[in-house]
């Protein structure tokens, strides 16, 4: 996994995604100087009490990769700036990874989006 580059091959988690402001996504306009980089939301499902490694991808391109975090009342929340370049006009698919390192290389899980 890099950034900039597809996320490769996936393997199904039992995380799901919770996102704010999941609308913006669906309508880039960049001609209006204004792209959605900040992608926040929350973690829900079975998930470990620590800190959970996430990657995301923006059109099939990861474009960052942190930590969750707690805010308020909420574990397991994200938030991450993307490059700008990674939007095109329309709508655009971002898709959460949970990150994972292994003896043989680091795997990413697909987050299941939650409408």
């Known amino acids: 996994m890099a ?3 597809p996320p490769g091959r996936e393997q199904r988690g039992g995380a799901r995604l919770e996102p704010h402001e999941n ?7 960049p001609t209006t ?10 973690l829900t499902g079975p998930l470990p009490a620590a800190l959970v490694p996430v990657a995301v991808a923006v059109n099939d391109t990861i474009g960052a990769v942190g930590l969750t975090f707690t805010q308020d009342a909420t574990p397991q929340s994200f938030a991450m700036v993307v490059p700008d370049r990674l ?10 990874y949970r990150v994972e390192q292994t003896r043989a290389g680091t795997r990413l899980h697909p987050i299941e989006l939650v409408d």
């Open 23 to 29: 609308e913006h996504l669906k309508a880039v306009d």
């Open 87 to 96: 939007f095109r006009p329309g709508a655009n698919r971002v898709q959460l």
């Open 33 to 42: 100087g204004t792209v959605p980089t900040l992608v926040t939301g929350a």
């Open 3 to 5: 950034l900039g580059r």
